[in-house]
T-cell receptor
């Protein structure tokens, strides 16, 4: 089945700097790649997603890139702010696995003021 | 504007006890999911229901059962709790496949 690996597990950046989180997936048939943000004590919330027919998607300070050949996708956060501090999860799903969402292990992002 | 509601929020069980985690969504979503979250392991899918009347196993189904009672409700049952089932459990729903999944606030379960 699908396997998603996420790096790094923790990331600390200075406010205003950029943060990049990377994920790789194993099933070449995967075609949907969402990113979730989880704040302390809450459930994950979708922040951006990308489908396999698109190489890049941007929403204000957040962007996601997808490289289907290499089977990896990345989350880019620019001009980081303290409220960006949270745990971020990538995920992938494919028709081959009945569209089940398989998550990475998470990245704890700390933005230092 | 409740979204996905899980009950209870916290629970402590003794080994061998049983319990049911309840989940309800008010967004008329077709698909519902149960995940468990453990430190360093992300969210692992236990069971999911693509539509009312259907359920399928996820990555870690052993020790659990589910019921899709109707379109709104999807419950998770632990028949004989074990310490390895100590975790935070999340229910989620989505309109269809490959659409945004909305998560509940989670249930923190401790099995002693």
């Amino acid at each position: 089945g699908e396997n998603v690996e996420q790096h790094p597990s923790t990331l600390s950046v200075q406010e205003g700097d950029s943060a990049v989180i990377k994920c790789t997936y194993s099933d070449s048939a995967s075609n949907y790649f969402p990113w979730y943000k989880q704040e302390l004590g809450k459930g994950p919330q979708l922040i951006i997603d990308i489908r396999s027919n698109v190489g890049e998607k941007k929403d204000q300070r957040i962007a996601v890139t997808l490289n289907k050949t290499a089977k990896h996708f990345s989350l880019h956060i620019t001009e980081t702010q303290p409220e960006d501090s949270a745990v971020y999860f990538c995920a992938a799903s494919t028709k081959n696995s009945s569209y089940k969402l398989i998550f990475g292990s998470g990245t704890r992002l700390l933005v230092r003021p | 504007n409740a979204g996905v509601t899980q009950t209870p929020k916290f629970q402590v069980l003794k080994t061998g006890q049983s319990m049911t985690l309840q989940c309800a969504q008010d967004m008329n979503h077709n698909s519902m999911y149960w995940y468990r979250q453990d430190p360093g392991m992300g969210l692992r899918l236990i069971y999911y229901s693509a539509s009312e009347g259907t359920t399928d196993k996820g990555e870690v189904p052993n020790g659990y059962n589910v019921s899709r009672l109707n379109k709104r409700e999807f419950s998770l049952r632990l028949e004989s709790a074990a310490p390895s089932q100590t975790s935070v459990y999340f229910c989620a729903s989505s309109e269809n496949r490959h659409t945004e999944a909305f998560f509940g606030q989670g249930t923190r379960l401790t099995v002693v």
